[in-house]
């Protein structure tokens, strides 16, 4: 078959959805009942409008022994407060499906049991937000508050059965091992974050329930969820969220506010908008647990580790088992170890459940593995990049499989060149710039290449422009625009002809939007669609006597611009519009599918890490002052959606080494920092001169576009990179994120 000419795919073209999004058309959940109809969809206006604001619990364990909602539902214009003793039963069917841990889910207002601070113990309806938020202020609650336990690191508290893993005997190993090193690092909890708050808007129509949400998984998430909750069809549910404002994983799993919302709606027979506060997002929506992670490490002389071991704890609530799927394959596979033990608990603590953010498990697996690797290469007086090479395997550690494509190695060598790594000197606080010690440093990051079954439609009209619809969703990488790249290189067609809508649970289905699949999967959904139609388009035109292909070999003709024509013979050929006109076609439709197939290989994502950190001596300040990532993530669709993938997961991991701390105060288990203040993320300053490299190259066994994900491993390796450099400044190990300068003092 004649290749189709690619002119999208690989292009470093701006975003489709930039220009609705800088002047403010771009239709968030929260913003009903302003919304406009857009090119990209969005919804009609909703009347009536009403508000709710959620009251949340000042204790973390106990029983709430009285509510008074007198004054709140006394003022001018509440319609309802709904508590545990007013609310209706909700039938919560179980739904192991839509990333609810095991465990018992928490129920909004089923009891008088309060398991969290700032669970949701009433709701405001008024309406307007101020009447709400006055009436929500004018509950009032009264507990009876139990001891509660909120600290991973207290002494004698008991965890859940845990997860382990073994190959060889790494106990022996260890203790013939010519250099054991022994360490805890603990990573603190942080928040997501995303700058658009939690927010669900929903409306009932007899027994139907529409929810305007922020989530990253309209069908088998949202959907699903609010239909197991009420106890009706997942028919009578559908999920709209044309565009979500950052996620990082926040979205999901639909947290209890999306039920609250729904329900308000449903008790005063209005549609009714919530919107978490920034407070309310840190116990409304989960986060990146807090970790201890203690590494044993064994090599011989020369920097071959003969024996790892991992011993892994992590906080979840006590109603929720959340153990990170990520946390374990890292150790596994990274480095050809014959002897490694696992064994990985959870900590049932009086907090809310943690879920995924960026990088999951893998993020938290490569501090602990690649800052252990870097004290390794210390003590032997090994370059850290040669280390690494050192313990390179030849095929997955884990389980003898071929990889599809590791080029780890590449990374390495490409990311030592445009570094500069040779220049520096190894003897840790050797290198100064007046008042600043200088440091570098380098890690590894690893993230599984997933896939998910996907669909697309994708619909070719009379006009010539094609109509292409997933239900999946672009929390900020660019999904509107990279899928529309691909479309249109599939249907020969310019950018500019193909729309690209997505966020709706009527449309196709789409796995989550996580877990760096979307591209892989709903991409290579995208693409079977586009070649079907534009081979249903050729089939059509060859078979048509009164086409310029009548007859030609089906194989041979390819599409540019809309027009059909005869590879090697331009002249001969015709656009899909005469086409479509001629046969009386209003339209031409198809179904593109996608769903992975077994491998016989290990398929993951790679990079190499590289900062560089001046800190001074005298205040323990640390600045990054450049960072660069080198990947191996397969074919990049969209080198600049990549970018800034890439640079936004090395500022996240400035922020997870540096800055990023939920701090609890384990007295009441109030989180003290719930603010965009208290709680620091990277700003401008903190962010210096950041690089990206992508290797050439594809990965077809991964999936039919050639992809590998993106957006996890830019994150996976970045904390560790900066740690280690932040020792090669000081001589100072710090094992706790984030590195503080009290550390350094
Ligand atoms: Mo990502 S943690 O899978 O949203």
Known sequence: MSPQPQAAVGAPLSRVDGRLKVTGQADYAADRPQARTTSLGGTPIIQGVVHAVVVDSSIAVGRITAIDTTAAEAQPGVLRV???????????????????????????????????????????????????????SLVQVTYDAQDSSTDISAPDNPTNTPQTYTRGDAQTALASAAVRLEMT???????????????TTARWDGDQLTVWDKTQWVIGGTQTELAAVFGIPVASVRVIAPFVGGGFGSGLRTWPH???????????????????????????????????????????GNGRV????????????????????????????????????????TVPLDVNTPVAMRGPGFATAAYAIESAMDELAHELGIDPIELRLRNEPEADPSNGQAF??????????????????????????STRDGDWLIGTGMATGMYHTLRAAAQASVRLDADGTALVQSATIDMGPGTYTSMTQVAADGLGLPMRRV??????????????????????????????????????????????????????????????SGRMYVSGDPSRGETYERLLARNSRDSLEVLGSYSPAQSRFTIDAYAAVFAEVAVDARLGLVRVRRMLGVYDAGRIISPKLADSQALGGMVGGIGQALLEHTVTDHRDG?????????????VNADVPDLRAIYLDGEDREADPIGVKGLGEVVLVGVAPAIANAVFHATGRRVRDLPITADALL
């Not at 919560?92 to 207002?109: I, M, T």
């Not at 289905?509 to 586009?530: D, E, I, R």
């Open 306 to 345: 003969t024996a790892m071991t991992h011993d892994i704890r992590s906080e979840t609530s006590t109603y929720e088992n959340f153990a990170e799927r990520g946390i374990l394959p890292l150790g596994q596979t990274l480095y050809n170890t014959p002897n490694v033990s696992q064994t990985y608990r």
């Open 185 to 199: 690092y603990r990573p603190a909890r942080n928040h997501h974050n995303p700058m658009e708050p939690h927010a």
């Open 404 to 429: 599809s494509t590791r080029r780890l190695r590449d990374c390495y060598t490409t990311g030592a060149r445009e570094f500069g790594w040779s220049a520096r000197n190894p003897t840790p606080r």
């Open 82 to 136: 709904i508590t545990h003793l007013n609310a209706p039963t909700l039938p919560y069917r179980d739904n192991a499906g839509s990333n609810n841990p095991p465990g018992r889910r928490l129920r909004v207002f089923q009891d008088d049991r309060v398991l969290f601070h700032g669970q949701p113990v009433a709701v405001a309806v008024a309406t307007t937000l101020e009447a709400a938020q006055h009436a929500a």
């Open 670 to 682: 109030r989180i003290v920092n719930a603010n965009l203040a208290d709680y620091l993320v990277p």
């Open 258 to 300: 999306v039920t609250v919302a729904a329900l308000a709606a449903r008790e005063t027979g209005r549609p009714v908008k919530l919107v978490l506060t920034r407070r309310q997002q840190y116990f409304g929506a989960g986060y990146r647990p807090a970790y201890e992670y203690a590494v044993r490490l064994g090599s011989d």
């Open 499 to 560: 729309t690209f809508r997505l966020g709706d649970s009527v449309m196709p289905n789409a796995p989550l939007h996580g877990g760096s699949l979307t591209m892989a999967s709903v991409g290579s959904a995208v693409q079977n669609g586009a070649d079907q139609l534009r081979q249903q388009a050729i089939q059509l035109a060859v078979g048509d006597e009164q086409s310029p292909l009548y007859g030609a070999d089906a194989n041979s003709v390819v599409v540019q």
